[in-house]
Every structure is written in C-alpha cells, then in structure tokens.
C-alpha cells in the first residue's frame, strides 16, 4: 500500500462547483485520491499514513501568481529600493548612504524609481552626477521600462547620442546630448551589458530565497513572465543543491520584435526545458511600454503627445509571431497596457486558430467597445491591483493619471467590468514591480485602496471585487488561463497543491485577510512552509 497524507481541516474552499465542502482531503504521490468528512479519513488510514489536522483554519487551492520575475528581479533589485523617495531630496539621501555603505564598489545602482520624485528638469545624468562625482550610476524606473544612468555609466556603455533599435526603444537627447535616460528594453540593454555579472552561486540563492518567501505567503507556483539566459540552471541547481524548489515554476521566454521565425522556432524550442517543479511553457510579448514612460499605445495621444506607437516597428510581426506559437499549441501572454495595444492584440490573436491560450497583461485602461471586444474573444486578462494601489491616487494627481486625462484614467484596471462581460480574469504582482504578497493583492483588489492605509481614498470602488472573485483569479483562473487544469483546484486527480489560512479568505474583511497568517503551504504533497 502506497504511503498517504491526510489533510484536516474545519473550512476547505474547493473551488470546483462540482463538489460538496469537504473536511478532509487524502493525498498520495503528489495528487488529491479523494475528499470527504472527518469520518471518510479513517477509512484512508494506513501504517504510513501522515495526518495533517489544522484544526479551524481554512484550506484554499494553492495560489498562483500569474505574473513574476524570478530571476531576472532578484537581478534589478539590487542596491537601495527607491519607492518611498518623495522628493530629490530623498533620493540623494538613500544614493548617498549606499554610497557610504559600498565604499570604493565600483557601480552604484538603485531601482523603483518613481515619477512622483524627481521632475522632469531634473530626470537627467547631471542630476545623478551632482549626487555621485565621477560614479557609473544606475537607477532603474518603477516599472521596469526606464532608466536614468550618469555621465560615467554612458561612457562605459559608448553611448554618445542616438540609436536605432528593432523595438522603439530610445537613447533621449537633448542639445548636449544623452541625457541619461534610457526607455525600453534595447535601450536598457547597453547599460545591462556592462553591468558586472552577478555571482552564479549568490544568485541562485538569492532566488531560491524569494521563491521561499514566496511560499510561505502561500503561493504554490509562479508563472515566470521571463526565462533569461541561465534561468535553467538557476532552477535545476536550485532542486539538486539548495532543498528543492518551493513553488512551481512556468517561465515564458520573451519574444522581442526583429527575431523573424528563425528566432522564434529557437523560443519553441525551448518548450522542452524543464524539471521536477519548474517548465518553460509558453511565450511573453510586449506590444507597447508604459504609460508612466509615454511608451505605451493609446488610441489618442497623452497630454504630453506621447505613447502613440506599438514597441514592434511593424505591429503585424507580431501578429505573426502570435500565429506561429499558436500553430503550434504555445501559450502566450502579451504585455499591452494602452487601449489601442490592447485592441490590436486581441485582433491579432482573433486571426489565429486558437490551438492555444492566449492572456493579455496589464490591461491598464481601455474603453467600453475594447471590452465588448475582450469578451468576444475568449482571452483571458493578466492584471495586477496593486499598480493601481500603490501607483495611482484618488485625487488624479499621479502621473499615471495626468497623462491619461480625466476620461480615459476612469477606466482604469476595470477588473469587476471585465469579469461581468465574461472576461476570465487572473490577478497577480509582477512582481519587482509591486510586492508578491497574494493577501495583499486580493485585499486591494477587493476594497480598491492600498492596504494599510486607511487615509486613502477608494480607487473607483465600483470596480471592486468579491472576495470569492479574487481568490478564484489567484487560483483557478491562473492555471486556466496557460491550460493547467490540475491546478487551481482541489478535486480528486489534481495536483494537491493548497494554501492554508488562519482566517477564512472569502469571510475576513480585506484588511484583516492582508495580514492574516499562512498556517500551511503544500506543493505536490510536499509541505513547503508550515507556521
């Protein structure tokens, strides 16, 4: 007889419709083998039998964020995390104490910068120079699309003026030259380039250490919207010499503008990569930027004149590389945040056969008509509550919302619109971006506010959502949404992969559920983090 772990529990959360609430789950090689009451388990029970009871906690299918950077945000987050710098004032303060703290370290790098802290007078090399004289200077914007670098990081990169790239990225210049910001990822690449590689062995555990922060805020798999070069083997040397991974991992090569089929036949065939927890299994595209950075594509000009074009020079090579993974059963997601990015995209995915599943992330603000369109045409939506949150204020100020102007920042991440048009809708972090705590980022999503912060207006509250919908967005719709169907619920012959809590996540108010304790977070049968 094959060994078994009984899971007990007062409140267990299925998910599936299908299924009355039971109390006890039984689990053998890595699967759920069946449900019932308290009652049922004795009849489970064998010599090897390992009992879990948790007594009055409540037992939910295991989360899943559909939307981090593992490895490649262990990378950028390195040197001090700028958010909370108001001012330049506050900037200077935190470059000049890592200045002190690096002492003679040749590079000095921050990230999140945000546009709230500096104006754009100041958004320049001279202002990073001032800061730190003669320094190679790096601070990577908020959202992952920018960056400001100093006089000497430009040197040491040869950038001297203006450049052409395959996807709109941009060198800006004034009468003097650079100025020192880089928008976009071609762009960012020059200073990336140069940049001193990190250790392999530091970076490895520095992952595998988020991954288990990750776990023990109940998150039981990720879905990686990158797999850079040494992604694999970070994994793999993660489960054969630091313990294992603690979520499962589903990354998505990026496919950038300029690969042409050659370039995409080598993505695909990455789809074979894989190990125990982890699988390259589906493709990430960007069709525009940002909002924040005026890269994003909008159906109208923002009021700086700006975010008027797709990322890819010719939008239907895009369209192109969407039907040829498609062809061939690849999941993808496509960054689109713009309205006409949005629209664009669902139209190229409507050319396909739909062999595969298709996402859409971000979907920052888009009109009546996109989500009508949305609705029609069975793709799901990837968004993240807390760039709304913690990006966004209820008074329009923010730069997000002064860009966008009054009528188009209304629409802004319509998640409670799209779920009643029939949208499947799945939620996440993206994570450097905004924080991967998953109660967080429900509890946002239900009460429209940044938790903790009860100053803080309702971000257009009437796109809050139920408790049930935003756990339902963490778990079943994730796994549907790349076609896992063993995830995300719990039902006889899924995978048993559960979070547990000590409060019940679809009774507790959204603040009490933020900071609620994670009693239980189990990965194939495997606990993984036990409080």
Known sequence: MSSNTIVLADTIHTLDDSMAAPKAINISEGRVVALGNRADAADWLNPSTEIVDLGDATIVP???????????????????DLHDAANPAGL????????????????????????????PDLLHRRSLDAIAPGRATVVRFF?????VVSSEALRRA?????????????????????????????AMDLINNVLPPPDPAALAGAVADRLRQM????????????????????????????GGLPVRIRAFPWCTPGLGPAGWQQIADQMTEGGERWQVGGVKLFIDGTIDNGTAWLNQPDT????????????????????FFDERGIPTATHAIGDHGVRFALEAIGRTGRVARHRIEHVESIPDD??????????????????????????????????????????????KDLLRAGVPVAIGSDWPIAGHDPRRIMAAARHRMRTGDRSQSSLDAQQSISALAALTAYTRTAAWSVGEEDLGVIRVGSRAALTAFEVDPLRAEP?????????????????????
């Not at 700006?306 to 969407?322: G, H, K, L, R």
């Not at 793709?379 to 509550?385: D, I, K, L, R, T």
């Not at 603040?511 to 409080?531: C, I, K, N, W, Y």
Request: proline content about 6%.
């Open 370 to 415: 996109v989500i009508a369109q949305f609705a029609a045409s069975g793709v799901s939506a990837g968004m993240q509550p807390t760039h709304c949150t913690q990006f966004t204020s209820s008074d329009g100020q923010d730069n997000w919302s002064q860009r966008l102007g009054q009528q188009r920042a209304a629409h802004a991440w319509r998640i």
């Open 304 to 323: 700086h004149g700006q975010s008027t074009q797709s990322v890819w020079p010719d939008p239907e090579e895009y369209a192109a590389a969407i039907a």
């Open 62 to 80: 295991g989360l899943i964020d559909e939307h981090v950077h593992p490895v490649m945000g262990v990378a950028l987050t390195t040197g001090p």
């Open 92 to 119: 200077r303060d935190l470059l000049q104490a890592e200045l002190r703290r690096l002492g003679h370290t040749d590079w000095l790098l921050a990230w999140g910068l945000e546009p709230k802290t500096l104006p």
């Open 143 to 147: 959202d992952g699309h920018g960056m």
């Open 215 to 242: 776990a023990a805020q109940g998150l039981t798999a990720v879905q990686a919207m990158e797999h850079v070069p040494g992604a694999s083997g970070i994994y793999a040397g993660i489960e054969s010499h630091l």
């Open 511 to 531: 603040q009490e559920f933020a900071t609620a304790p994670v009693v239980l977070t189990m990965v194939d049968g495997d606990v993984v983090h036990r409080s």
């Open 158 to 186: 040869g950038i001297e003026g203006p450049r052409e790239f395959t996807d709109r990225s941009e060198i800006e210049c004034d009468a003097d030259g650079p100025t020192g910001v880089l928008q976009e990822m071609q």
